[in-house]
Each structure stands twice: as structure tokens, then as C-alpha cells.
């Protein structure tokens, strides 16, 4: 359902095992941004209320989400910590940077929604991953109920992007845009963290 090209290396598991309170911050930073990234579209578009209404529910789910994160790193007695850097998040941008044709406004809000939808399909696989392969029962059962709510935005963007991009081609736009993020997995996949 979500298009992905490549999985993630099973192996991330065990690497993840080793440090979970380094993922754990990680991912929480990950909810904090994809609630800044809606408040951003809808500073930018306010002239589509449907797209607005759904971006303050996704900003809402992603910050109720935050603090479900940052209660699980307090019950482990971790620390929050500083935000990460993600190159993976980097190189999507850097990608899409080439990725323009017609309206230039509609091809920057089709990128910027198309961009959400990838973080989001990535971030569903990886849910569902460790809601299957790790070995502690509380976190397998924690991305389980997560995992519903990742499927659910990847969808809402990628239908905004179609609705809205008149004069782009959204679904040749999204292949190659699947085929670049699945060349990029083949060198992520090896730390502790949500997408890389």
C-alpha cells in the first residue's frame, strides 16, 4: 500500500535494541517536525480550508504523539536530549529541489506534500517493523498503535497533492520520487534512528 521500493534492512532492528533511548529521542523529534512541517503548509496555503482542517488534526495527532514519546522516555528514565540531524530528510529535500514543472507554486506545494507522504510511508514501514521484530514487548505494542495513525497522513498528502497539483504530473512525479528513496535505503538503514 505504501509504495516503498526497498525495505528496511531487518538487521536496523538489533541496531536499534542496542540503543533505545537514542530512537526513542530520535523519533520523537521526528513527531515535533512533522507538526511544525503542517503548520508550515498551512501558513503557506491558507486558501484551501479542507487542507487546512486536515493539517491542524494531523499537527495535533503528531504533538499528542510527541508527548506519548517523551512519556516513554521518562518512564525508561532517559533524557530528551537535543535534536538530531537527518540526512536522510536532507537528501529527500535535496532531491526534490530538481523536481519542478509547471505552476511554479503548485510544484513547490506538490513537493512539499509529496515529501510528507514519504516520511510518513517510511516511518509506517518502520513502525511496523518494530511493532513485529523487537524484543521488548511494550515498545512492539506502543508502534503497533502508531503505526495506523503514519498510514493514515501518508494518504491525506498524497491526496492533497493530487487534488491540488493541476498541470503536474503527481503519480510520474511520486515514482521517481519512490525509485530516488529507495537508491537512498541502500545506504541508510545502519544507525539508531527513525528514517536513516
Request: some cysteine.
Amino acid at each position: 500500500m505504501l509504495g516503498l521500493k526497498l525495505p528496511t534492512d531487518p538487521r536496523w532492528v538489533n541496531i536499534v535494541e542496542k540503543n533505545i533511548a537514542e530512537i526513542l529521542t530520535d523519533h520523537a523529534f521526528c513527531e515535533q517536525k512533522a507538526a511544525s512541517n503542517a503548520i508550515s503548509i498551512i501558513v503557506q496555503y491558507p486558501q484551501y480550508p479542507d487542507m487546512v482542517k486536515a493539517m491542524i488534526e494531523i499537527c495535533q495527532e503528531e504533538m499528542e504523539h510527541f508527548g506519548m514519546v517523551h512519556d516513554k522516555i521518562l518512564e525508561r528514565g532517559y533524557e530528551l536530549g537535543f535534536e538530531r540531524k537527518d540526512p536522510y530528510v536532507h537528501d529527500l529535500l535535496d532531491f526534490l529541489k530538481h523536481a519542478h514543472s509547471g505552476n511554479p507554486k503548485k510544484s513547490h506545494l506538490v513537493n512539499q506534500l509529496l515529501f510528507a507522504a514519504m516520511i510518513e510511508a517510511r516511518s509506517c514501514e518502520r513502525f511496523k517493523i518494530l511493532s513485529e521484530e523487537i524484543n521488548d514487548e511494550d515498545l512492539r505494542g506502543f508502534y503497533r498503535s502508531l503505526m495506523e495513525s503514519e498510514a493514515r497522513h501518508y494518504t491525506v498528502f498524497l491526496n492533497f497533492a493530487r487534488q491540488y497539483g493541476e498541470g503536474i504530473d503527481v503519480d510520474a512525479r511520486w515514482k521517481s520520487f519512490l525509485e530516488f528513496e529507495a537508491s537512498l535505503m541502500e545506504k541508510y538503514g545502519k544507525a539508531e534512528t527513525m528514517h536513516g
